[in-house]
Protein backbone atom coordinates (compact mmCIF):
# COMPACT_ATOMS: atom_id res chain seq x y z
CA UNK A 1 0.00 0.00 0.00
CA UNK A 2 0.96 3.71 -0.55
CA UNK A 3 2.16 4.99 2.50
CA UNK A 4 -0.91 7.67 3.03
CA UNK A 5 -2.39 8.32 6.22
CA UNK A 6 -4.99 10.34 7.15
CA UNK A 7 -6.10 11.96 10.72
CA UNK A 8 -8.66 11.70 12.27
CA UNK A 9 -10.25 8.57 10.92
CA UNK A 10 -13.79 9.65 12.22
CA UNK A 11 -15.10 12.87 13.51
CA UNK A 12 -18.06 14.82 15.18
CA UNK A 13 -17.88 18.40 15.21
CA UNK A 14 -20.95 20.91 15.83
CA UNK A 15 -21.74 23.36 13.31
CA UNK A 16 -19.79 26.47 13.44
CA UNK A 17 -16.74 25.25 14.48
CA UNK A 18 -13.16 24.89 12.81
CA UNK A 19 -12.07 21.07 11.24
CA UNK A 20 -8.78 20.19 10.23
CA UNK A 21 -8.06 17.13 8.30
CA UNK A 22 -4.69 15.91 7.89
CA UNK A 23 -2.83 13.85 5.00
CA UNK A 24 0.32 12.50 5.47
CA UNK A 25 2.40 10.91 2.74
CA UNK A 26 6.09 8.79 2.88
CA UNK A 27 5.68 8.95 -0.74
CA UNK A 28 7.17 11.95 -1.82
CA UNK A 29 4.84 12.65 -4.63
CA UNK A 30 4.44 15.73 -6.02
CA UNK A 31 0.56 15.91 -6.21
CA UNK A 32 -2.02 15.72 -3.70
CA UNK A 33 -5.61 16.13 -3.82
CA UNK A 34 -8.78 15.71 -1.20
CA UNK A 35 -11.97 14.33 -2.52
CA UNK A 36 -15.17 14.22 -0.49
CA UNK A 37 -17.52 11.41 -1.21
CA UNK A 38 -21.08 11.39 -1.36
CA UNK A 39 -23.78 8.88 -2.15
CA UNK A 40 -25.42 9.68 -5.56
CA UNK A 41 -22.40 12.16 -6.21
CA UNK A 42 -19.46 10.02 -6.26
CA UNK A 43 -15.80 11.42 -5.53
CA UNK A 44 -15.39 14.96 -6.21
CA UNK A 45 -12.21 17.36 -6.43
CA UNK A 46 -12.21 20.04 -3.27
CA UNK A 47 -8.23 20.92 -3.53
CA UNK A 48 -5.45 19.92 -4.85
CA UNK A 49 -1.41 20.60 -4.89
CA UNK A 50 1.32 20.54 -7.52
CA UNK A 51 4.11 21.14 -4.69
CA UNK A 52 4.77 22.94 -1.64
CA UNK A 53 2.68 25.91 -1.04
CA UNK A 54 1.37 25.21 -4.38
CA UNK A 55 -2.29 24.83 -4.12
CA UNK A 56 -5.73 25.34 -6.58
CA UNK A 57 -9.30 24.65 -6.46
CA UNK A 58 -11.42 22.12 -7.30
CA UNK A 59 -14.90 21.25 -8.54
CA UNK A 60 -16.63 21.96 -4.93
CA UNK A 61 -13.90 24.13 -3.00
CA UNK A 62 -16.25 26.38 -1.16
CA UNK A 63 -16.10 26.76 2.10
CA UNK A 64 -12.49 24.65 2.48
CA UNK A 65 -9.42 25.71 2.59
CA UNK A 66 -6.17 23.79 2.23
CA UNK A 67 -2.28 24.30 3.18
CA UNK A 68 0.90 22.56 1.84
CA UNK A 69 3.93 23.63 4.25
CA UNK A 70 6.17 20.37 3.62
CA UNK A 71 5.82 17.66 0.34
CA UNK A 72 4.86 15.48 2.83
CA UNK A 73 1.70 16.81 4.74
CA UNK A 74 -1.62 18.25 3.24
CA UNK A 75 -4.35 20.06 5.17
CA UNK A 76 -7.83 20.37 4.77
CA UNK A 77 -9.44 23.03 6.78
CA UNK A 78 -13.10 23.71 7.20
CA UNK A 79 -13.57 27.03 7.87
CA UNK A 80 -17.21 27.03 9.79
CA UNK A 81 -18.44 23.75 9.73
CA UNK A 82 -22.21 23.16 8.34
CA UNK A 83 -23.59 19.87 7.98
CA UNK A 84 -23.60 19.82 4.24
CA UNK A 85 -19.98 19.01 5.08
CA UNK A 86 -20.96 15.78 6.36
CA UNK A 87 -19.09 13.46 4.45
CA UNK A 88 -16.45 11.15 3.69
CA UNK A 89 -13.23 13.08 2.61
CA UNK A 90 -10.35 11.02 1.09
CA UNK A 91 -6.67 12.11 0.52
CA UNK A 92 -4.88 10.82 -2.96
CA UNK A 93 -1.49 11.32 -4.12
CA UNK A 94 0.20 11.12 -7.43
CA UNK A 95 3.79 11.54 -9.01
CA UNK A 96 2.17 13.33 -12.12
CA UNK A 97 -0.57 13.87 -13.95
CA UNK A 98 -1.91 12.81 -17.31
CA UNK A 99 1.66 10.97 -17.52
CA UNK A 100 2.29 7.28 -17.51
CA UNK A 101 2.58 5.17 -14.53
CA UNK A 102 0.69 8.65 -12.39
CA UNK A 103 -1.84 7.15 -11.27
CA UNK A 104 -3.45 8.25 -7.36
CA UNK A 105 -2.99 6.35 -4.56
CA UNK A 106 -6.04 6.72 -2.10
CA UNK A 107 -5.44 6.97 1.90
CA UNK A 108 -8.10 5.00 4.17
CA UNK A 109 -10.93 8.15 4.42
CA UNK A 110 -11.98 10.18 7.16
CA UNK A 111 -15.61 10.05 8.06
CA UNK A 112 -16.53 13.60 9.06
CA UNK A 113 -20.45 14.16 10.87
CA UNK A 114 -21.25 18.28 11.56
CA UNK A 115 -24.07 17.67 14.02
CA UNK B 1 -14.69 20.50 -18.48
CA UNK B 2 -14.50 17.01 -18.40
CA UNK B 3 -17.90 14.76 -17.27
CA UNK B 4 -17.46 11.06 -16.85
CA UNK B 5 -20.89 8.99 -16.37
CA UNK B 6 -21.84 5.47 -14.98
CA UNK B 7 -24.85 3.76 -14.86
CA UNK B 8 -25.47 3.47 -10.56
CA UNK B 9 -26.56 -0.12 -9.78
CA UNK B 10 -25.17 -3.61 -11.37
CA UNK B 11 -26.60 -7.25 -10.07
CA UNK B 12 -25.18 -10.46 -11.53
CA UNK B 13 -24.57 -13.99 -10.38
CA UNK B 14 -21.44 -15.59 -9.14
CA UNK B 15 -19.84 -17.29 -12.33
CA UNK B 16 -21.32 -14.77 -15.01
CA UNK B 17 -19.70 -11.84 -16.65
CA UNK B 18 -19.98 -8.29 -15.40
CA UNK B 19 -19.89 -5.66 -18.06
CA UNK B 20 -19.83 -2.02 -16.40
CA UNK B 21 -20.06 1.15 -18.45
CA UNK B 22 -18.46 5.07 -18.50
CA UNK B 23 -18.86 7.53 -20.46
CA UNK B 24 -17.01 10.77 -20.83
CA UNK B 25 -17.23 13.90 -22.69
CA UNK B 26 -13.86 15.38 -23.01
CA UNK B 27 -12.34 13.64 -26.18
CA UNK B 28 -8.76 15.11 -25.65
CA UNK B 29 -8.62 12.32 -22.41
CA UNK B 30 -5.32 10.78 -22.88
CA UNK B 31 -5.83 7.96 -19.73
CA UNK B 32 -9.04 6.25 -18.09
CA UNK B 33 -9.07 4.38 -15.28
CA UNK B 34 -10.90 1.86 -13.22
CA UNK B 35 -10.96 1.88 -9.62
CA UNK B 36 -12.32 -0.32 -6.96
CA UNK B 37 -13.47 1.04 -3.69
CA UNK B 38 -14.04 -1.87 -1.17
CA UNK B 39 -17.21 -1.05 2.11
CA UNK B 40 -15.42 1.24 4.37
CA UNK B 41 -12.01 1.44 2.54
CA UNK B 42 -10.25 3.80 0.05
CA UNK B 43 -10.04 3.38 -3.98
CA UNK B 44 -7.92 1.30 -5.34
CA UNK B 45 -6.40 1.58 -9.22
CA UNK B 46 -7.64 -2.03 -10.99
CA UNK B 47 -6.38 -1.20 -14.80
CA UNK B 48 -5.92 1.58 -17.14
CA UNK B 49 -5.70 2.66 -20.60
CA UNK B 50 -3.74 4.68 -22.91
CA UNK B 51 -6.30 6.93 -25.39
CA UNK B 52 -4.46 5.11 -28.16
CA UNK B 53 -5.24 1.69 -27.44
CA UNK B 54 -8.69 0.10 -28.03
CA UNK B 55 -8.42 -2.66 -25.78
CA UNK B 56 -6.52 -4.18 -22.60
CA UNK B 57 -6.73 -7.68 -21.16
CA UNK B 58 -5.24 -8.11 -17.55
CA UNK B 59 -6.52 -11.51 -16.36
CA UNK B 60 -9.87 -11.08 -15.72
CA UNK B 61 -10.12 -7.75 -16.48
CA UNK B 62 -10.72 -6.61 -20.07
CA UNK B 63 -11.23 -3.15 -20.64
CA UNK B 64 -12.64 -1.69 -24.19
CA UNK B 65 -12.25 1.72 -25.26
CA UNK B 66 -14.34 3.47 -27.94
CA UNK B 67 -13.28 6.28 -28.56
CA UNK B 68 -15.42 7.65 -31.59
CA UNK B 69 -18.33 7.41 -28.89
CA UNK B 70 -15.81 8.20 -25.81
CA UNK B 71 -17.11 4.91 -24.46
CA UNK B 72 -15.18 2.68 -21.89
CA UNK B 73 -16.47 -0.73 -20.55
CA UNK B 74 -14.53 -2.54 -17.85
CA UNK B 75 -15.84 -6.78 -18.31
CA UNK B 76 -14.98 -8.80 -15.29
CA UNK B 77 -14.66 -12.58 -16.28
CA UNK B 78 -16.18 -15.24 -14.09
CA UNK B 79 -17.62 -12.85 -11.00
CA UNK B 80 -16.83 -13.83 -7.71
CA UNK B 81 -18.46 -12.38 -4.38
CA UNK B 82 -15.41 -10.89 -3.50
CA UNK B 83 -15.15 -8.37 -6.75
CA UNK B 84 -18.85 -6.61 -4.75
CA UNK B 85 -17.55 -3.02 -4.72
CA UNK B 86 -18.18 -0.01 -6.01
CA UNK B 87 -16.46 0.35 -9.42
CA UNK B 88 -15.53 4.30 -10.83
CA UNK B 89 -14.53 5.11 -14.35
CA UNK B 90 -12.09 8.13 -13.78
CA UNK B 91 -10.28 10.17 -16.62
CA UNK B 92 -7.17 12.86 -17.35
CA UNK B 93 -6.59 14.92 -20.11
CA UNK B 94 -2.77 16.13 -21.28
CA UNK B 95 -2.16 19.06 -19.69
CA UNK B 96 -1.71 17.91 -16.51
CA UNK B 97 -5.18 17.95 -14.82
CA UNK B 98 -6.36 16.10 -11.91
CA UNK B 99 -8.84 12.84 -12.55
CA UNK B 100 -12.59 13.27 -12.72
CA UNK B 101 -14.04 10.24 -11.47
CA UNK B 102 -17.70 9.14 -12.46
CA UNK B 103 -20.21 8.43 -9.51
CA UNK B 104 -19.48 4.45 -9.42
CA UNK B 105 -21.61 1.70 -9.87
CA UNK B 106 -22.57 -0.74 -7.24
CA UNK B 107 -21.44 -3.86 -8.33
CA UNK B 108 -23.35 -6.89 -6.44
CA UNK B 109 -22.48 -10.70 -6.94
CA UNK B 110 -25.25 -13.16 -6.02
CA UNK B 111 -24.19 -16.28 -4.87
Known amino acids: DAGITQSPRHKVTETGTPVTLRCHQT?????MYWYRQDPGHGLRLIHYSYGVKDTDKGEVSDGYSVSRSKTEDFLLTLESATSSQTSVYFC??????????????FGQGTRLTVV | GEDVEQSLFLSVREGDSSVINCTYTDSSSTYLYWYKQEPGAGLQLLTYIFSNMDMKQDQRLTVLLNKKDKHLSLRIADTQTGDSAIYFCAATSQGNTPLVFGKGTRLSVIA
Open chain 1, 27 to 31: ENHRY
Open chain 1, 92 to 105: AISRGQGLPNTEAF
